[in-house]
């Protein structure tokens, strides 16, 4: 049942879940001790699937049980690696998430397993196309966010996509760290958030306890788009998605000077990896969106998802009254 705090919406009533909160299917971070918090904590907790690893997908879905749960995918790595769906729905998970792709090849499936699809958008085309292949819920994805993404921000892109699907629950994503980010969401139209970069730093999240400590310096000014990490990763991200990561040596050598990048990418993959494997992010990624301003602490998922609610709620509360007819 609801508590006093809980704030329904379409979105809740449909995942059966008691906050309208989700989180953000982030690769490598979103995994089955976060998720399974996030779920306890009376959201949705998203695993974070990404390019695809069967071993670890299997071994982080054993910690997802008893509680909605849904397992997030890039579509476009997906489709290289099919089979991975069908893993995904044996663990009957309440909802598949896809993200930068197209959804078409995967819809039919999904929707055999009587599990819902959840499709993330970052244009108004993109969100008429989906709505018309069958997606349940819509994630409208602002450029503010973490991870990848394309150019269109939050506040106007929400309640674009809220007129141009309706009655379709639409779930804000970019730039919400708070209880205030959430309240703005739901005055925009939509049926709830879908949050990365506020739970990378929580006491679940399977972040480097480096990089978390890092986010909690950090500020969003010093956040960037750029393809610099995925050049030197070799992943080979469609137009236009580029990763939103905080500025660091790498992205300050390399973003924009990619002829030169070239001529030197054996060299510099390798240090990368080793970056990577020693915590060092003076050269790793550390990706996190412009919301990260707001992230002061790393407390536990659950008590993080209560804060947002109740700071939500204050927040709906206090300026209703001030917006009042005399």
């Known amino acids: 049942m609801p508590g006093e705090t809980s704030i329904q919406t379409s979105l809740t009533q449909l995942l059966d879940i008691k906050h309208p909160i989700l989180l953000a299917p982030m690769a490598g971070i979103a995994d089955g001790e976060l998720a399974a918090a996030v779920s306890a904590a009376g959201?949705?907790?998203?695993?974070?699937?990404?390019?695809?690893?069967?071993?670890?997908?299997e071994a982080e879905l054993a910690h997802l049980s008893g509680k909605p749960f849904a397992i997030g995918f890039?579509?476009?790595?997906?489709?290289?690696?099919?089979?991975?769906?069908?893993?995904?729905?044996?663990?009957?998970?309440?909802?598949?998430?896809l993200s930068f792709g197209d959804l078409a090849p995967f819809v039919e499936k999904i929707k055999?397993?009587?599990?819902?699809?959840?499709?993330q958008v970052?244009?108004?085309?993109?969100?008429?196309?989906?709505?018309?292949?069958?997606a349940d819920v819509?994630?409208?994805?602002?450029?503010?966010?973490?991870?990848?993404?394309?150019?269109?921000?939050?506040?106007?892109?929400?309640?674009a996509l809220v007129d141009a699907v309706d009655p379709l629950p639409v779930v804000a994503a970019g730039g919400i760290s708070d209880g205030r980010g959430l309240a703005a969401a739901l005055m925009l139209g939509a049926a709830g958030v879908l949050m990365g970069s506020r739970f990378y730093v929580t006491e679940e999240s399977g972040a480097h306890p480096v990089a978390k400590a890092a986010a909690l310096a950090a500020d969003g000014d010093r956040t960037l788009r750029s393809s610099v990490f995925d050049e030197l990763r070799g992943l080979d991200w469609p137009q236009p998605y580029t990763l939103r990561s905080l500025r660091n040596d790498m992205t300050e050598n390399w973003h924009g000077n990619r002829e030169a990048l070239e001529a030197v990418l054996p060299a510099e993959r390798?240090?990368?990896q080793a970056a990577i494997e020693a915590g060092d992010f003076?050269?790793?990624?550390?990706?996190?969106?412009?919301?990260?301003?707001?992230?002061?602490?790393?407390?536990?998922?659950?008590?993080?998802?209560?804060?947002?609610?109740?700071?939500?709620?204050?927040?709906?509360?206090?300026?209703a009254g001030r917006v009042a007819s005399p």
């Not at 055999?112 to 499709?119: E, P, Q």
């Open 282 to 319: 003076r050269l790793a990624p550390l990706i996190l969106g412009e919301g990260v301003d707001l992230i002061t602490d790393s407390p536990p998922a659950g008590v993080l998802v209560e804060r947002l609610v109740a700071g939500a709620r204050a927040q709906l509360e206090r300026h």
């Open 122 to 134: 970052q244009t108004l085309a993109q969100a008429r196309q989906v709505a018309d292949q069958g």
């Open 74 to 97: 890039i579509t476009w790595s997906l489709a290289n690696q099919p089979a991975l769906l069908d893993v995904a729905l044996a663990a009957g998970p309440h909802a598949i998430m």
């Open 112 to 119: 055999a397993a009587d599990c819902l699809l959840i499709a």
């Open 270 to 272: 390798a240090r990368l």
């Open 138 to 159: 819509i994630v409208a994805q602002g450029t503010e966010a973490g991870g990848h993404g394309a150019s269109r921000a939050t506040l106007p892109l929400v309640p």
């Open 43 to 57: 959201g949705l907790g998203i695993l974070g699937g990404g390019y695809g690893d069967r071993d670890w997908l």
